[in-house]
Nanobody, 124 residues
Framework: QVQLVESGGGMVQAGGSLRLSCAASGRTFSNYRMGWFRQAPGKEREFVASTNWSGRNTYYDDSVKGRFTISTDNAKNTVYLQMNNLKPEDTAVYYC?????????????????WGQGTLVTVSS
């Protein structure tokens, strides 16, 4: 049983930055990949970024590449998402996720555990 708790969401102006945190508890299992997804009103949940727990194997959606950085703190069982140069289209509820495996997956169907979500609102 894995629990994921996101924090750090809020409102920011376009061009600003925000850092999201995901505190994991329970059996996270080091071989399982961690990631971030987001869901805007009226849209399906979409992939943002993923990483292994070492933080060395990262993957980003093209829409956030160069702006967002995913990282880990193994000692704290925490995954971060540093979001820079935010755009209004980044507005969404952001979800932390633990995948069902270690491979690169972008579909939410490959996620085994979800956090409750944290809202990020980017204004013009």
């Amino acid at each position: 049983q894995v629990q994921l708790v996101e924090s750090g969401g809020g409102m920011v102006q376009a061009g600003g930055s925000l850092r999201l945190s995901c505190a994991a508890s329970g059996r996270t299992f080091s071989n399982y990949r961690m990631g971030w997804f987001r869901q805007a009103p009226g849209k399906e949940r979409e992939f943002v970024a993923s990483t292994n727990w070492s933080g060395r194997n990262t993957y980003y959606d093209d829409s956030v590449k160069g702006r967002f950085t995913i990282s880990t703190d193994n000692a704290k069982n925490t995954v971060y998402l540093q979001m820079n140069n935010l755009k209004p289209e980044d507005t969404a509820v952001y979800y932390c996720a633990r995948y069902s495996g270690s491979y690169y997956y972008t579909s939410p169907l490959n996620v085994e555990y979800w956090g409750q979500g944290t809202l990020v609102t980017v204004s013009s």
